[in-house]
T-cell receptor, first 114, second 114 residues
Framework: TAGITQAPTSQILAAGRSMTLRCTQD?????MYWYRQDLGLGLRLIHY???????GKGEVPDGYSVSRANTDDFPLTLASAVPSQTSVYFC?????????????FGQGTRLTVV | GENVGLHLPTLSVQEGDNSIINCAYS??????FIWYKQESGKGPQFIID?????DKRQGQRVTVLLNKTVKHLSLQIAATQPGDSAVYFC?????????????FGQGTRLTINP
């Protein structure tokens, strides 16, 4: 199975433009997440969704929005990109909290805002 | 405050030797502690987790130790192989409304010398 699929793999975006990072999972997991990874800062949670139709804010939600219309898809939108949003973005999914710490990550989207 | 950190940013070991990667945490409220492996250009991959009421858990070639008294977590890799070269992250799972809230440390880069 594919697991988690992210698109695009990389993107250069002009500041002020909008963009949606796509994420699809085929494992029928209830929970999905978006993280950003910056050098020296590890991974930080942006937004999460514990089931279709619900979303919540993580550690660094400002400047980002998400939706969860169905189980499989969890797009992340930058309404007006700024250079500080240059990062590698990872989408992940998990069965749920009761299964401990196991989450499945995509390959990442490398975003550069210029 | 929330802080998951690592004692050493890099670790070099000889192939065949055992590796020990350490992690300190400051928040005792987490229910699970987890280790992830991240190879270059890929997303993090779950290795092993340990529940907060345990002090040791073993997997295939890996052992995780949890010392709640000193808030210390370690990952031991037996008979280190070239494929073990990666960045290793410790993380805490605090849980959010049925989903995970993974708080990651900054990572330790493990390199294997032939």
């Amino acid at each position: 199975t594919a697991g988690i699929t992210q698109a695009p793999t990389s993107q250069i975006l002009a500041a002020g433009r909008s963009m949606t990072l796509r994420c699809t999972q085929d494992m029928r997991h209830n929970a999905m997440y978006w993280y950003r990874q910056d050098l020296g800062l590890g991974l930080r949670l942006i937004h999460y969704s514990n089931t279709a139709g619900t979303t919540g804010k993580g550690e660094v939600p400002d400047g980002y929005s998400v939706s969860r219309a169905n189980t499989d898809d969890f797009p992340l939108t930058l309404a007006s990109a700024v250079p500080s949003q240059t990062s590698v973005y990872f989408c992940a999914s998990s069965v749920g909290f009761s299964r401990g710490g196991e989450a499945f990550f995509g390959q990442g989207t490398r975003l550069t805002v210029v | 405050g929330e802080n998951v950190g690592l004692h050493l940013p890099t670790l070099s070991v000889q192939e065949g030797d055992n590796s020990i990667i350490n992690c300190a945490y400051s928040n005792s409220a987490s229910d699970y502690f987890i280790w992830y492996k991240q190879e270059s250009g890929k997303g993090p991959q779950f290795i092993i987790d340990i529940r907060s009421n345990m002090d040791k858990r073993q997997g295939q070639r890996v052992t995780v130790l949890l010392n709640k008294t000193v808030k210390h977590l370690s990952l031991q890799i037996a008979a280190t192989q070239p494929g073990d070269s990666a960045v290793y992250f410790c993380a805490e799972n605090r849980g959010i409304q049925g989903a995970q809230k993974l708080v990651f440390g900054q990572g330790t880069r493990l390199t294997i010398n032939p």
